[in-house]
Nanobody
Framework: QVQLVESGGGLVQAGGSLRLSCAAS????????MGWFRQAPGKEREFVATINWSGVITYYADSVKGRFTISRDNAKNTVYLQMNSLKPEDTAVYYC?????????????????WGQGTQVTVSS
């Protein structure tokens, strides 16, 4: 079992930055790929970023590429999402997720464990 707790969300003006953190419990964290997803009101949950077990391989949605950076610290059982140059369309609840495999995945179906989500609101 893996439990995930996100933090770091909030209200920010367009062009600003936020860093989300996801603290994980469970012995399998360091061997699991991790991902960030988001869901805006009235929309389906969408993929944002993923990172493999070692942190060497990452992959991003086109909408955030060049602005967001995913990273992890296996010693602290934590994954991060650094979000720069934020836009109003980035407004959503952001979810951290842990996969049951070590390689990156973009599909939500590959992730077995989910956090409760943290709200990010970007004002124009």
């Amino acid at each position: 079992q893996v439990q995930l707790v996100e933090s770091g969300g909030g209200l920010v003006q367009a062009g600003g930055s936020l860093r989300l953190s996801c603290a994980a419990s469970g012995r399998t964290f360091s061997s699991s790929a991790m991902g960030w997803f988001r869901q805006a009101p009235g929309k389906e949950r969408e993929f944002v970023a993923t990172i493999n077990w070692s942190g060497v391989i990452t992959y991003y949605a086109d909408s955030v590429k060049g602005r967001f950076t995913i990273s992890r610290d296996n010693a602290k059982n934590t994954v991060y999402l650094q979000m720069n140059s934020l836009k109003p369309e980035d407004t959503a609840v952001y979810y951290c997720a842990a996969a049951t495999i070590s390689t990156i995945r973009t599909s939500s179906g590959a992730y077995a464990y989910w956090g409760q989500g943290t709200q990010v609101t970007v004002s124009s």
